[in-house]
């Protein structure tokens, strides 16, 4: 099946009716490499993290310790198999990793990391042309309050904003959680890496766009390449054709030729 | 020329059943091949329209559609232009429009634009060379028909694996711009197709060289004579029946995989063998079709490959792991293969060469229903039940009857009987006779296999008798 471990952990489905998300990591026991979970969290809010040992394992009545970072947390529940930590996140201080370890024979541990919300931008580059328009979109799943496009001049990162020509650039905001920034009349010099930032409440989070501008004749070469291709084919064919209709006519005339010669 | 049909299909001239057909073959197999990969390739495209223009992925949906109704609604305007013009410079100026079609589109600067060159323009190309080039295949092979057309259907798995590839590489390397104008400049090679198909020209006997344009018989341009015929007839509501459910399966697969659990390449690699084992069943189909105890009864054949196909649709509804899909795929590619090389055989066995020009456009045109509401539908039925399962019980349900309709309608309706050689000859002579007048209904119920096949063979008592009804003995 998929790999699990760097997914984004969704709440366990269980809301209190104070809000409180709950994310929940299930140990089975076996010692390798910790289990982690990115958990996105764009606004304060309250989570419950909590370790839960499998029936099936072997450790029995482990001491357990949560941990952010290298501090200990002192304020922790037990129930049944689970041990779980409150973390209430006013801002982006109380962000980081939370982890939980559990000693027994052996130690086994589950790391929770509390951290702004990824931006979806593009792997690949997008490629566009000299003169056109080239349209970059960002998108998350969450409302960020604002966000800011960044240029690469040379190694340093340039903001967009007023002080740049208005007719080159335009931003909106596409929907609640999505940006779009279409630079107009490309050239070569546009070219290169741009960075959308989005800032939620608890901290700014960026996105990776690359910009490729090819000029016209990039595909045009290829393209007369095929045309010419065809062209010498379609010719190729139709001589061809007119000469076997010619040697067909050099025969039949022969073959008239020797009838009447025989008549 | 004039008003008059300038392209009756000369039936005096025998099929060479190779040489140059070999040629034609090849152009018609590179043909399929673009008709039916061609929305496939561009579609690897439409994720970039969707962030350049802000548009929706049910935007970018509607130019397969055209694509697709272009290609099977336009079926009777290319019988026309084929029964007026001829052949081959409809083909010449299919490619044409195709190439041009997508060449402008690469120009354009919003969707609706993209409709019209891309759909519009480019579809209709691709149907005015589609439809030809199956008549052409039609006029050049007889006795190894089947075999042509197995081979000849073998280009659209082909260029399906072929052209997705090909489709990311344009993109990835010159954008969606450029790869337009790229494949627009490879649609330009359906005119070296069309130029490779060579009018068959009665051979020239020095009496007929004084007789230029009476000797043609008066035909209509869209020949609607062949609804009196009930295998036709049957065919056709048969054919359209099969498209609803046909083309289901092969979108779903690869989301029901993923669905399952199972990663993106894993279930990418099943539309793979699927493809792959098309490739090989079309020829091999072909082949099994020519067969001489076969042949005679090849509408069983393809009644046989839909039910085959619409059980294996059942069957794989009930499957719950990447083993249980994977032997779906492989029994799908068989008998989809098999459906795939077959239909038009049936059909050039049903209506004859004649009217095949008509009857594909009629034909085309009755599917183009059933094709554009077939996937959509079973996507609703996708989003309304949320089970795959659904979707390919009902595809298969949609092929089965079809199987049904066109097994038992033509067991019922139509009386098929293996003549001997003298009655066939009666049967000839009336056929001939009355195609200089109006043909009548009732003889169109002579079984239309046996006379064409009666008719090839004997080509030197053919050659006179039709073409010149005045110097007929």
């Known amino acids: 099946g998929p790999d699990v471990t760097t997914q984004d952990l969704k709440p366990a489905g269980k809301e209190n009716p104070s809000n409180v998300s709950v994310y929940e990591i299930v140990?089975?026991?076996?010692?390798?490499?910790?289990?982690?979970?990115?958990?996105?969290v764009a606004s304060p809010t309250k989570v419950e993290l909590s370790c839960k040992l499998d029936k099936n394992s072997q450790i029995k009545n482990p001491q357990v310790t949560w941990k952010k970072g290298s501090d200990t947390i002192s304020h922790t529940t037990k129930s049944e198999n689970s041990w779980s930590i409150q973390v209430t996140i006013l801002d982006s201080s109380q962000l980081g990793s939370y982890s939980c370890i559990l000693k027994g024979k052996q130690e086994i541990s589950a790391v929770f990391h509390l951290q702004v919300p990824k931006i979806e931008g593009k792997d690949k580059p997008i490629i566009t042309y000299e003169g056109d328009a080239a349209v970059m979109v960002c998108k998350t799943d969450y409302i960020p309050i604002a966000w800011t496009w960044y240029m690469t001049n040379g190694s340093k990162q340039?903001?967009?904003?007023?002080?740049?020509?208005?007719?080159?650039?335009?931003?909106?905001r596409q929907s609640a959680n999505a940006t779009r920034l279409k630079v107009l009349q490309l050239t070569k010099e546009d070219g290169g890496l741009y960075w959308c930032e989005a800032t939620f409440q608890l901290g700014k989070s960026k996105g990776k766009l690359e910009l490729k501008v090819l000029s016209i004749m990039a595909p045009l070469k290829p393209f007369v390449a095929i045309v010419a291709e065809v062209v010498i084919f379609v010719t190729t064919i139709f001589l061809y054709e007119w000469y076997s209709k010619k040697k067909e006519k050099r025969a039949g005339d022969e073959r008239e030729f020797d009838q009447i010669e025989r008549l | 020329m004039g008003a008059v049909v300038a392209d009756d299909g000369p039936s005096g001239v025998k099929a060479p059943d190779g040489g140059w057909g070999w040629a034609v073959l090849f152009g018609c197999f590179i043909i399929t091949g673009f008709s039916y990969a061609f929305p496939k390739?561009?579609?690897?495209?439409?994720?970039?329209?969707?962030?350049?223009?802000?548009?929706?992925?049910?935007?970018?949906?509607?130019?397969?559609?055209?694509?697709?109704?272009?290609?099977?609604?336009?079926?009777?305007?290319?019988?026309?232009?084929?029964?007026?013009?001829?052949?081959?410079?409809?083909?010449?100026?299919g490619g044409l429009f195709a190439s041009m079609g997508m060449v402008i589109a690469s120009f354009c600067t919003s969707i609706v634009q993209i409709y019209l060159t891309a759909g519009v323009i480019t579809g209709l190309g691709l149907a005015l060379n589609f439809q030809p080039s199956l008549i052409m295949l039609n006029r050049y092979f007889d006795k190894r028909r089947p075999l042509a057309n197995g081979l000849s259907a073998a280009g659209s798995p082909v260029f399906l694996c072929a052209l997705s590839p090909l489709g990311q590489i344009l993109q990835h390397e010159y954008g969606w711009r450029g790869g337009f104008l790229i494949l627009g400049g490879m649609l330009l090679n359906c005119c070296v197709c069309g130029a490779l198909m060579r009018p068959l020209e009665p051979p020239k006997k020095p009496e007929a060289t004084k007789e230029p344009a009476e000797k043609k018989v008066k035909k209509k341009l869209l020949d609607f004579s062949v609804f009196k015929d009930g295998g036709f007839v049957i065919y056709a509501l048969a054919a359209s029946i099969m498209v609803l459910g046909l083309f289901v399966p092969p979108v779903f697969v690869v989301s029901y995989a993923k669905d399952l659990g199972y990663p993106d390449t894993k279930a990418a690699f099943l539309l793979t063998i699927l493809g792959f084992i098309d490739i090989f069943a079309r020829p091999i189909c072909g082949m099994v079709a020519g067969l001489k105890w076969v042949r005679p009864r090849c509408v069983y054949l393809f009644s046989f490959a839909m039910i085959f196909n619409g059980f294996t649709d059942l069957m794989g509804s009930m499957s719950v792991d990447y083993g249980g899909l994977v032997v779906f795929c492989i029994f799908f590619g068989i008998s989809y293969g098999m459906v795939g090389a077959l239909q038009f055989e049936v059909l050039m066995a049903i209506v004859g060469t004649q009217k095949f020009s008509s009857a594909i456009g009629l034909v085309l045109l009755a599917e183009a229903m059933a094709v554009l509401i077939g996937p959509p539908s079973a996507g609703k039925l996708l989003d309304a039940t949320e089970r795959y399962m659904f979707v390919f019980i009902i595809a298969g349900i949609e092929v089965t009857t079809s199987a049904l309709v066109l097994a038992l309608g033509n067991f019922f309706c139509i009386k098929k009987k293996i003549d001997e050689p003298h009655t066939k000859e009666e049967a000839a002579e009336r056929e001939e006779l009355n195609k200089s007048e109006d043909k009548t209904p009732e003889d169109a119920k002579v079984d239309s296999i046996e006379v064409e096949q009666f008719l090839k063979d004997e080509p030197e008592k053919n050659g006179e008798v039709v073409t010149n009804p005045e110097t007929c003995v």
């Not at chain 2, 962030?51 to 336009?74: K, N, Q, V």
């Not at chain 2, 019988?79 to 052949?87: D, E, H, K, Y």
């Open chain 2, 41 to 93: 390739a561009v579609s690897v495209f439409f994720k970039e329209l969707i962030r350049e223009f802000g548009i929706g992925y049910s935007d970018t949906a509607w130019i397969s559609s055209i694509l697709l109704a272009m290609l099977y609604g336009t079926g009777p305007l290319c019988s026309v232009c084929v029964n007026r013009f001829g052949c081959r410079p409809v083909m010449l100026v």
């Open chain 1, 27 to 40: 140990l089975s026991g076996v010692s390798g490499s910790p289990l982690e979970r990115n958990i996105s």
């Open chain 1, 158 to 172: 340039v903001a967009i904003n007023d002080s740049m020509p208005a007719k080159k650039y335009v931003i909106n």
